[in-house]
């Protein structure tokens, strides 16, 4: 069935690091790709999506694209802030069938001052 | 805007018992969808509901149903709970249907089994 692998977490970077959060997926077909993003005390909250190979997704300075050769949408970000700290989420979704969000793991980044 | 709302947001109940959880969407959201989030298994689809139906289903024992009323808001039901049964129940809405992917999701509802 499709599935979804991140990272382990937690990961932890200083204030204005480089942050990359791998995702790869396994799926029969060509999905659309999702970050959610889950602050504490909150629900989750869609972050940025993909739907085709070759794009990227872009939202509050966090970009993933959709690398269809190396089934990957991997989080990126230039410089964290702490109110970054959250878990996310890598999720894909098939355009037929259930079309039920797939979800990774999670990976937990905690931002330090 | 008001946003997703569950609840009750925390319960315990013990072997056996059945649990009712229930979830407002927001205001003109016609689909809801239930996931369930536990350490081992992460976040897994349940059943998604739209104007009264439900359109999808996951892989779950029938001990778990759910329904959808005429106002969006819906509930979902565990029979016969069992140890395994204690996660965190999700319900997420959306204007449309989950097929568009963007789901706003509530805080959720821990339920704990003993």
């Known amino acids: 069935g499709d599935s979804v692998t991140q990272m382990e977490g937690p990961v932890t970077l200083s204030e204005e690091a480089f942050l990359t959060i791998n995702c790869t997926y396994t799926?029969?077909?060509?999905?659309?790709l999702f970050w959610y993003v889950q602050y504490p005390g909150e629900g989750l909250q869609l972050l940025l999506k993909a739907t085709k190979a070759d794009d990227k997704g872009s939202n509050k300075g966090f970009e993933a694209t959709y690398r269809k050769e190396t089934t990957s949408f991997h989080l990126e970000k230039g410089s964290v802030q702490v109110s970054d700290s959250a878990v996310y989420f890598c999720a894909l979704r098939m355009d037929t069938g259930r079309r039920a969000l797939t979800f990774g793991s999670g990976t937990r980044l905690q931002v330090q001052p | 805007k008001a946003g997703v709302t569950q609840t009750p947001r925390y319960l315990i109940k013990t072997r056996g018992q059945q649990v009712t959880l229930s979830c407002s969407p927001i205001s003109g959201h016609r689909s809801v969808s239930w996931y369930q989030q536990t350490p081992g298994q992460g976040l897994q689809f349940l059943f998604e509901y739209f104007s009264e139906t439900q359109r999808n289903k996951g892989n779950f024992p029938g001990r778990f149903s759910g329904r959808q009323f005429s106002n969006s808001r819906s509930e979902m039901n565990v029979s016969t709970l069992e140890l395994g049964d204690s996660a965190l129940y999700l319900c997420a809405s959306s204007l449309v249907g989950q097929n568009t992917g963007e789901l706003f999701f509530g805080e959720g509802s821990r339920l704990t089994v003993l």
């Open positions: 799926a029969t077909g060509y999905p659309s």
